[in-house]
Each structure stands twice: as C-alpha cells, then as structure tokens.
C-alpha cells in the first residue's frame, strides 16, 4: 500500500510540473499539434517514471551499533492501551478513512466513465452508420450533437444545415478521428479515475479539447473560406454536448477557435525544447528518488540506530565475503573510539573475529589489516577506513573449549527457517501469548527486549535467552541498576517462556542439508 501511496503522490506531482512546464512555455504558441504531442509525452513521463528506481553508485547499509551477529525478525510489541496507543490508534483509523475515501471516489468516477462510454456504444449501435472509406458516419433527424468517437461520426440536426455545411463538419470530425483525439480524452479519463483528486486534470481535459478542436479547425479550414467556416460555426455552436468522452464540433470555446483561425502561425522556438528536455527530466528524477531515499532511510532505521556512507568497492567486497561465507557474520564498522570499544565488547560476548579485512576509501590503496585481542591498529588512521570483521562460531567455539562446534550456527543460509503460516503468524502467536508483568504495568515500566534464539535441524527451538534490555520509565530511560531486579526477571522470564512455547519451524538448509540458524528477535513493551 505504501508503494501505491508513493507513486500516486509522485505521479501527481509530476503532472503538475508538466502542466507548470506547458504553461510556462507553450500556452501561447499556435502549433497545436506540436503543443499536443508535448502533453502527451508529459504525461506519459509523469505516469512511468515513478515506476522506475535510481540506483546511486554509493549504498547505505547498517552501522554497528549494539549489533549481535544474526537475522534480525520484525519487533513485536505487547502493551496496555494508552493514551499515546489511543491516539495511534485514532491516527491509523482516520488513514483508513481516507483510504475507503479515495477507493469510493475511484469506484465513483469508474461509474461514471462506463456510464458515459456505454451511451456513446448505445448511440453507435443503434444508428450504425454509412461506411465512408474507415469511417462511420450516422446522420439523424434528431436533436444529438455532432461528434466522433474513433472512426465513428455521428451527425445531428441535419435538417438544420446545408449538405456543404454538413461537409464541412464531417471533415471536422474526421480529423478528430484520424488525429486520434479520442485516444487523447479517453486517456485523461481513465487518469482521472485513479487521480480524481486532482483539479488540475479538470485543466488538463480543457487544454485538451481546445487543441483538438484547433488543429481540427486548422485542418479542415485549409481549402475554404474562413469566414464562412467561422459563421458555420456559430451557427451550432449553441448546441449542447452530451457526451463528454467523446470529440465534438460545437464547443463553448467558439470564440477562441474563430479568433485561432484568424491568427497567424508561428513555429514554436527551439530554445524551449531545449529547455524542456534539461529542466523536465531532473525533476523527474529527482521527484522518483526522493522516495526511494526514504525508503531506504525507513529500512536503516528499523535495522540500526546509525549509517555508514560506503564507498562501492567496500560494499562489493563486503557482499563477496557473505555470499561466499554464509557460516560466518559479517561486520562493516569505520575505526574510532566507540568503535574499537565495541570490538572489545564483541570479543567477551562471541570471541575473537576469525578475520579482518581493512580498506582505505580510495580503491586503489586497499590494506590487509589484522587482529589482535580484537582490536585493529595496523593500516586504520580514522574515517577513510572500512574494517570489514568475521565472526565464525567455529572460532568462537575454540576459544570457549580448544575444539571446532561440529554443530555450526549460521547467520542466514540459503533457504532460510519459516514460521508455520508465515512471518505474520509468527507476531500474531508471539502478541497473543506474550503477558505484560503485572508489577511493570502498576509502576510504569516499559522494556525492549532482544530475544536470541536457534532453530534446529529438525526445526525445534534452542539456546533462547535475553541477550539485551533496555528499561524506561515516564521520567526516561532507566538503568539495571535503578530497576527492581525481579521486574526485570519478570520479563525476561516472559519473554524466553513464549519463545520456547513455539511450534516447531520448517528448518532452515545450507547445501541442501538442514543447519541450525540463530534469529534475535526484539520484544517491545509498552
């Protein structure tokens, strides 16, 4: 829904830069077909270039920041109702408003266009016309307008006129109909029905039918009299138009097409093409990007506190590295004093990194750092470093008891582990079964949980405990220290007791076997 939402908000913000583009620089000029053609293909970018995504040379990709070497599963959130859970709850249910609003404004107008297209296919039906060449034409005694609709033309009110006068309109409508005029209108129509929000698509249909009728007019008025043209056409021009899909001889904008015809045509100057083809496309792209940028802010967000700006040989031999060591969990950190602090921290809770891979950011001028007790010095100077680090736990497993764990844990593996029923299942049994303590909710006390746990070969699960908490209060953040510690058991008792609760998963496999795969999976209670 997300993505729709994005590209009808880019897609209208891109017919209004077309129609600002077309006003600025073409509203007064005379050739109407050229004017035509440039609206067409306006829109047309309008419409596809939201589709479309950018991809920048330099990637953003997660920092460190309290990282644990897994696959991260989406945050699950148990509650009491709030006044803040209130007032998201009253937020979410005016989106659903607005989203019934506009899916019944689209059912509206999709009505309202079959409508009108099912009385001009009656109309057709019933009067079938005469075969002229590849047109239909119909002449009728009765009070209808004059119109075309394709290769169809529809003549009312022929007693009314001569059959010079009737000539003349015919060959009105038949360049409405090889010009394909009625592609034109039925296009914004159908955009109208998506976008009927959008008042200037009311602008778009005038613009429109005011260039069909003037090139008409142009075209039908080469080899004859103007002024007896013009005088044909205020005759009928007091004639109403019942069907608004369709190209019509009598328009209210008479006056406009007699005073066009008198007017001298002039070519329209280059220098606004090539104004248009520099300024139009940049904000194009830029209008497509802006949401691609935050969407992949949003995903960074939801993964990491922080971001690193990656040079693309980095990320390269970074993603060479995962694709090649699915056992192994790899870590992109630049060197600094949070930074090495953090290694240090790496190295108490999973061991020694099995290797280190140091990059300066120019790619010519890559080093081979290396490790000790966990921390790099040789080669790293500051931010024009990437350290790439491997934790294998293998390695781990050395350092704990002196022998290889024959039972290796991965990170993410080529078939991954899946809930039964899926990752949506997965949240609804955890909200449905998780308990909010008691003594939490009398005191105020919420608390994000990160919950570790190893699926199994044969898919049960293993080796869950808490391996990080954070705990507030109304008056902010609170330290382990200031919490009453059985609150804190409390709920990392509830948290582990759920989660071993689950149902066996599908296991995950690496190489066609099944392995063991390790998920941190954070608990949010609030």
Not at 71 to 90: N, Q, R
Not at 341 to 364: C, M, N, Q, R, W
Request: hydrophobic share 45%; charged share 20%.
């Amino acid at each position: 829904m997300n993505h729709y939402l994005n590209y009808i908000i880019e897609a209208n913000i891109g017919l209004c830069i077309v129609f600002v583009m077309y006003y600025l620089l073409f509203r007064k000029e005379t050739d109407f077909t050229l004017q035509r053609k440039v609206l067409l293909v306006g829109i047309l970018f309008a419409l596809i270039v939201p589709l479309i995504h950018f991809d920048s040379q330099t990637k953003l990709v997660p920092a460190l920041n309290d990282f644990v070497p897994t696959y991260w599963l989406p945050e699950i959130t148990v509650g009491v109702i709030s006044d803040e859970s209130k007032a998201i709850t009253a937020a979410n249910s005016y989106w659903d408003v607005a989203i019934y609003a506009y899916a019944f404004g689209v059912a509206i107008f999709a009505i309202l266009f079959f409508i009108q297209l099912l009385q001009v296919m009656r109309l057709i039906r019933k009067y079938k016309g005469e075969p002229i060449g590849k047109f239909l034409i119909a002449r009728t005694h009765d009070d209808h307008p004059n119109f075309s609709f394709f290769n169809f033309i529809f003549i009312g009110n022929v007693n009314s006129i001569t059959e010079k006068e009737t000539a003349h309109i015919i060959r009105h409508e038949m360049v409405h109909s090889e010009r394909l005029h009625s592609f034109d209108i039925l296009t914004l129509n159908v955009i109208a029905i998506f976008f009927w929000f959008n008042p200037l698509l009311r602008s778009y249909k005038k613009i429109f039918v005011q260039l069909h009728e003037f090139e008409a007019d142009a075209r039908a008025v080469e080899n004859d009299e103007v002024n007896e043209y013009c005088s044909l056409l205020a005759r009928v021009a007091l004639q109403s138009a019942d069907f608004k899909i369709a190209s019509h001889f009598n328009q209210s904008l008479t006056v406009k097409r007699i005073n066009m015809m008198r007017t001298l045509k002039t070519k329209i100057h280059k220098w606004k093409f090539i104004a248009l083809a520099i300024i139009a496309p940049v904000l194009f792209v830029a209008v497509a990007c802006q949401d691609q940028v935050a969407d992949d802010l949003d995903a960074i967000a939801k993964n990491s506190s922080a971001a690193l700006i990656v040079p693309p040989h980095v990320q390269e031999a970074y993603d060479k590295l995962v694709k090649e060591n699915p056992s192994s969990t790899y870590v992109m950190i630049q060197p600094n004093s949070e930074a090495m602090a953090k290694i240090k921290e790496f190295e108490t809770k999973y061991g020694l990194p099995k290797s280190v891979h140091v990059f300066k950011e120019d790619p010519k001028e890559n080093l081979i750092g290396k490790s000790e007790s966990g921390v790099v010095f040789e080669g790293t100077k500051g931010p024009g470093d990437f350290l790439i680090l491997e934790y294998n736990d293998q390695v781990r497993a050395l350092n704990n008891n002196g022998s290889p764990d024959t039972e290796a844990v991965f990170a993410v593996v080529e078939e991954m582990p899946e809930y039964t029923g899926g990752m949506s299942s997965f949240k609804q049994f955890l909200s449905d079964n998780i308990k909010y303590p008691a003594d939490a909710i009398q005191r105020g006390i919420s608390a994000t949980l990160f919950a570790n746990f190893i699926v199994n070969k044969d898919g049960s699960i293993s080796d869950v405990k808490v391996i990080q908490a954070k705990y507030a209060s109304a008056n902010g953040e609170l330290k382990e220290n200031e919490l009453p510690s059985t609150i804190a058991d409390k709920f990392t008792n509830e948290a582990i007791r759920v989660i071993q609760a689950m149902p066996k998963w599908r296991p995950g496999k690496q190489n066609g076997k099944n392995v063991r795969v390790r998920f941190v999976v954070p608990i949010n209670f609030q």
